[in-house]
């Protein structure tokens, strides 16, 4: 990526991979005299505004820029003969619990990788199905019937929201415009390793810019301990994604907030002096409490009914999972 940016109104942006350029900038006669330099040195095609890249799909809508890939997901629903499966409301069961039952039928371990490679790349798009596929994803060594059965049912939930994807709005409106993060974690959530899942969500004028679900690399003792390295993998993201805000010169404030609903974690992250309960936890984690410190995150607790990093660590409640997929995703229908 290439920035130039004087300020928020005088920017120009280049986006290359391998063969395939995205040009932007505040300034449409900047644009044209790019392209115009480029196709005099180089042999280009201008495909206009943009609509595709790198198998996303964009949609200039009235609201805003709407973003999903629903040909591609026909095309895995194609590809895996689920074309004309019946849709279901959530992409897993709530109480569903995946095992390695040495016992169990196994299913051919290509065909399930190319599935999840394939709900993987979907992910990018579609927030809702980030914790399924990451849960799913943990079986891809000696992949079993039930574990294939679990991954079919996210492709009947993909078949009934195939033009479900990402609104990103011309203006905030009610929204806040600034960073917003949700950081979570869910103990214990894989039995036989004790490790739990933690994820986190990031908001940024009232559209999903950034999510993440997966199991924690260390054993935590506590809820405590999960939230607080859920809340630190968090804060590296928030400062990154401060960074690159600042590099485009959109920043609007001096910190990210960070919404956690564990009031302990937060205690440990404000105050250095809790270091009895925290000094067996690995100095990379504390990443989080240097942060605070300096001003760059800030902390605050949010109830758990408002923490939407929770469809990143569990599965939900029906009711609980429309509530919050009303505030992430958004179907091309409706906005047309």
Request: aromatic share 10%; charged share 25%.
């Amino acid at each position: 990526m290439y920035v130039r940016a004087n300020c928020s109104t005088n920017l120009f942006l280049i986006y290359l991979y391998v063969d395939d350029l995205l040009v932007t900038s505040s300034s449409e006669e900047e644009i044209q005299r790019f392209k115009q330099f480029m196709m005099a040195e180089f042999e280009m095609t201008d495909l206009g505004k943009l609509s595709h890249f790198l198998g996303l799909e964009f949609n200039q809508v009235q609201k805003g820029v709407f973003m999903h890939q629903s040909r591609y997901a026909q095309e895995i629903l194609k590809r895996f003969g689920m074309m004309n499966c019946n849709f279901v409301s959530t992409p897993a069961e709530a109480g569903l619990k995946l095992e390695n039952d040495p016992e169990e039928e196994l299913v051919d371990a290509t065909e399930f990788r190319k599935l999840i490679g394939s709900l993987r790349y979907l992910s990018n798009s579609k927030p809702d199905i980030c914790f399924a596929v990451s849960l799913i994803s943990r079986f891809m060594r000696e992949p079993k019937m039930s574990h294939m059965q679990a991954a079919k049912r996210v492709l009947r939930f993909v078949k009934g929201t195939i033009d479900s994807g990402v609104l990103f709005p011309f203006e905030a409106g009610s929204e806040k415009s600034y960073l917003l993060g949700y950081t979570d974690s869910y103990w214990k959530r894989d039995p036989k390793q004790n490790k739990s899942t933690g994820g986190y969500l990031f908001m940024y004028y009232g559209a999903p810019v950034a999510w993440s679900s997966r199991k924690q690399e260390v054993v935590a003792l506590s809820t405590c301990e999960a939230e607080y390295v859920a809340a630190s993998l968090g804060a590296c993201q928030a400062v990154w994604m401060m960074n690159l805000l600042e590099e485009l010169k959109l920043r609007e404030r001096k910190f990210v907030c960070l919404m956690i609903d564990n009031k302990s974690a937060i205690n440990l992250a404000k105050h250095p002096t809790l270091h009895g309960r925290s000094k067996h936890i690995e100095l990379r984690f504390h990443y989080i409490r240097e942060q605070v410190s300096k001003g760059n995150v800030v902390v605050e607790y949010c109830q758990a009914e408002g923490q939407l990093a929770d469809l990143m660590t569990k599965l939900v409640p029906v009711s609980r999972f429309k509530q919050i997929c009303g505030k992430l995703v958004s179907n091309l229908k409706d906005l047309n």
